[in-house]
């Protein structure tokens, strides 16, 4: 069974910076499409950024130009480098990727990390 890891939430300041990290828990599946999604009490769960197998990338309005959303292939992780936090960026940030074994993929999503954003 596959999980997918999730690391690098915490506690920042406004205008403070912190990266996100996510990957499978084995080796032997590889990432397809991967998708960093956030939920804040009382709201729905929505979509931050995103990216493809082939690279290309989608960001939600509110954060375009403060985070990326990045892979490095070798190390089987994708990243989200968050700058310029701002308080409403305040969420439970969750991977949702789609994992690939054998010729066979599916969706999974990670357990979820806090990002909180506070003076």
């Known amino acids: 069974q596959v999980q997918l890891v999730e690391s690098g939430g915490g506690l920042v300041q406004p205008g403070g910076s912190l990266r996100l990290s996510c990957a499978p828990s084995?080796?032997?599946?590889?990432?397809?499409?991967m998708g960093w999604y956030r939920q804040a009490p009382g709201k729905q769960r929505s979509l931050v950024a995103g990216i493809t197998r082939g690279g290309s990338l989608n960001y939600a309005d509110s954060v375009k130009g403060r985070f990326t959303i990045s892979r490095d292939s070798a190390k089987n992780t994708v990243y989200l480098q968050m700058n310029s936090l701002k308080l409403e960026d305040t969420a439970v940030y969750y991977c949702?990727?789609?994992?690939?074994?054998?010729?066979?993929?599916?969706?999974?999503w990670g357990q979820g990390t806090q990002v909180t954003v506070s003076s």
């Open positions: 084995r080796s032997d599946f590889s990432i397809n499409a």
């Open positions: 949702n990727a789609d994992l690939a074994r054998g010729g066979y993929s599916r969706p999974y």
